[in-house]
């Protein structure tokens, strides 16, 4: 049995646990250390057998406590060439054995793991999402996208959990305090995804079979979790899918771990 939980999720920090109960990964660790051991520890869960840090990008909210909890641990961190080069000086000193490149697109092997990093369009220097394949079943973590295209969409296909970014509404970012050249940052096609276009991707989805979809990397000052859920919903509703019945759908907290999910 496979287990997921954001542990947290936002502009504030992002990290993401999964686990199939011998080998468990990190999907960036973007807030303090002690945060993600106190998250850990709320799932009952913690550091022994995590083996390996996933990075998504070098943005702080995804890396912030990388380095410490790797030199602390002796967990190796993982992520593409250009990401190293981005985000090597914010992680502090690392030993060799704890530096590990990987090639997006490829597939790599970790204990009963198979990680496929995939391209997503982001302003940061190389950034990934995620497909983990353990025991037959395909997790996908997709967040801090501009836009959705036709080769994002395919590795999110047949996927039997999604965590996917609803970022924004777009009414409330263009008539909010945010000054105009992060409003067309975070609108632009390498910038974040709105409600809407999660609610389209969402229903989809769950056209092609999804069952189970978390909302992720909520904006504080654009969105709000009530919002985002029901947009989907209604997108869901437009297809004639039951967001209650026919998928499962929540909205992963920003402060702390999420519903657990069992695959």
Not at 24 to 37: H, M, P, T, W
Not at 76 to 83: D, E, G, M, W
Not at 134 to 162: C, F, P, Q, R
Request: glycine share 8%; proline share 4%; net charge neutral.
């Amino acid at each position: 049995m496979i287990k997921v939980c954001s542990l947290f999720s936002g502009s504030s920090g992002n990290c993401i646990f999964v686990s199939n109960g011998d080998t468990a990964v990190l999907i960036d660790a973007g807030v303090s250390g002690k945060r993600i051991e106190e998250a850990l520890k709320s799932i009952g869960e913690s550091f022994d057998k995590i083996a390996g840090i996933f990075i998504t990008h070098e943005h702080s909210d995804h890396i912030s406590g990388a380095g410490i909890l790797s030199r602390r641990y002796k967990i190796p961190i993982y992520a593409n060439s250009l990401t190293w080069n981005a985000m090597r000086p914010f992680l502090g000193k690392l030993t060799p054995d704890l530096i590990r490149h990987i090639e997006t697109g490829r597939e790599h092997i970790i204990g009963d793991m198979t990680v496929r990093p995939f391209p997503i369009p982001h302003d940061a220097a190389c950034p990934v999402g995620y497909n983990i394949f353990i025991d037959g079943k395909k997790i996908t973590i997709a967040t801090d996208i501009g836009h959705m295209n036709k080769e994002l969409l395919s590795n999110l296909v047949k996927s039997d959990m999604v965590l996917l970014e609803s970022n924004h509404d777009i009414d409330m970012l263009m008539t909010g305090r945010y000054p105009w050249p992060l409003k067309q940052r975070i609108l632009s096609d390498n910038g974040h995804l709105c409600n809407e276009m999660a609610g389209k991707t969402v229903a989809y989805l769950a056209e092609c079979g999804t069952k189970l979809f978390l909302l992720g990397h909520l904006s504080k000052e654009n969105n709000f979790p009530e919002l985002a859920y029901q947009t989907v919903c209604n997108a869901l509703l437009e297809k004639r899918i039951n967001p209650t019945k026919d998928v499962y759908l929540d909205v992963a907290h920003r402060d702390r771990a999420s519903k657990v999910l069992y695959i």
